[in-house]
């Protein structure tokens, strides 16, 4: 089935998550749409396995706004793209740091973010061991996505450009986004883990 093949090529994925960095937890108190909507993801213990219907919502809630702020290329910024890459050398390099990378990159990953959350909450409501084995694979990859490099970054140089207008609780909120993706790992995936194994564990600190 298309399911088992994802998932083989998640396994690789969740080893390396499990390896990435600790997180700094400072985070600014302000309430903008999407600080409001990622302040109960970063409180401690926030991320339990009973929980996950609400982490899944919530995360959809975050990544929504930012997936709406983020403007598409225009066919014209595709084109200067696609001749810069395809031109090599310097171009390319510079390329990769342009606005217009930004655009593409972080529209894709908040999206994403987005649409594994919506179908999350749809395979939740599903009590089926197929739609259990589904719930492990899209927890994985949406914990890639906030896990995704240099989002914060990219994010921030729309916003120094005025291309997108975030304020600054929301850009300490997207910062600490790979530290959710981490949450992720620890307190939901492991679970799918050892049901597939056929273990128990006890709920991570």
Same mark, same amino acid.
């Given at each position: 089935?298309?399911?088992?093949?994802?998932?083989?090529?998640?396994?690789?994925?969740?080893?390396?998550?499990?390896?990435?960095?600790?997180?700094?937890?400072?985070?600014?108190?302000?309430?903008?749409?999407? &600080? =409001?909507?990622?302040? %109960?993801? +970063?409180? !401690?213990?926030?991320?339990?396995?009973?929980? /996950?219907?609400? *982490?899944?919502?919530?995360?959809?809630?975050?990544?929504?706004?930012?997936?709406?702020?983020?403007?598409?290329?225009?066919?014209?910024?595709?084109?200067?793209?696609?001749?810069?890459?395809?031109?090599?050398?310097?171009?390319?390099? &510079? =390329?990769?740091?342009? %606005?217009? +990378?930004? !655009?593409?990159?972080?529209?894709?990953?908040? /999206?994403?973010? *987005?649409?594994?959350?919506?179908?999350?909450?749809?395979?939740?409501?599903?009590?089926?061991?197929?739609?259990?084995?589904?719930?492990?694979?899209?927890?994985?990859?949406?914990?890639?996505?906030?896990?995704?490099?240099?989002?914060?970054?990219?994010?921030?140089?729309?916003?120094?450009?005025?291309?997108?207008?975030?304020?600054?609780?929301?850009?300490?909120?997207?910062?600490?986004?790979?530290?959710?993706?981490?949450?992720?790992?620890?307190?939901?995936?492991?679970?799918?883990?050892?049901?597939?194994?056929?273990?128990?564990?006890?709920?991570?600190?």
């Amino acid at each position: 089935m298309r399911i088992i093949g994802l998932w083989r090529g998640v396994i690789p994925t969740i080893t390396a998550l499990i390896l990435v960095a600790e997180i700094p937890s400072a985070f600014a108190d302000e309430h903008t749409p999407i &600080a =409001a909507a990622y302040m %109960p993801l +970063v409180m !401690k213990d926030s991320l339990e396995f009973s929980d /996950r219907v609400k *982490v899944a919502q919530n995360i959809g809630d975050f990544c929504r706004p930012i997936a709406d702020a983020i403007p598409t290329l225009s066919p014209r910024e595709q084109d200067w793209l696609r001749a810069e890459m395809n031109a090599g050398g310097s171009r390319f390099d &510079a =390329a990769l740091s342009s %606005p217009e +990378v930004s !655009k593409q990159y972080t529209g894709r990953v908040a /999206r994403n973010c *987005v649409s594994y959350a919506e179908t999350l909450g749809k395979l939740l409501a599903t009590d089926t061991e197929s739609a259990r084995r589904s719930q492990a694979v899209f927890w994985a990859l949406l914990a890639t996505e906030l896990l995704s490099e240099d989002f914060d970054w990219r994010v921030g140089q729309l916003r120094r450009k005025g291309i997108i207008r975030f304020q600054e609780a929301d850009m300490a909120g997207i910062k600490l986004m790979p530290r959710l993706g981490q949450e992720i790992v620890k307190k939901i995936l492991v679970f799918h883990l050892a049901d597939e194994a056929g273990m128990q564990i006890a709920p991570s600190p």
